[in-house]
């Protein structure tokens, strides 16, 4: 599969996500779209940071907000790093989480059960 087919099958299970519940880990979502190893994750990272850089581009929120780590409340690090590239986050991580949290309530606004 490539990125691109796997970030539109990753945005369409992230939009039928509810503003109750919208987020998932990075390993729940490659398991939810039968992803096997090797290499899940860097496929979901991969398709994650495509639907990043079109929400942005088409001045939508980033869906990818919504995918968390297993072991924190908040995206991988890349995450970060891409959002400030792409010029929708401030520089400075002291900034990240607010930042944050206002993406994921604008994706909340956007997904099917909202």
Known sequence: ???????????????????????????????????????????????????MREGVADGRPMIAALVISRAGDMPRQGFFDLAVALGRF???PAQHRAAWSAECTAVNGTLDGA
């Open 90 to 92: 401030p520089e400075d």
């Open 1 to 51: 599969m490539t990125d691109t087919a796997l970030a539109r099958r990753i945005r369409e299970t992230l939009t039928g996500r509810t503003a109750s519940d919208p987020f998932i880990t990075y390993q729940a979502l490659a398991s939810e779209l039968s992803l096997q190893p090797p290499g899940t994750i860097r496929h979901v990272a991969a398709a994650l940071e495509q639907t």
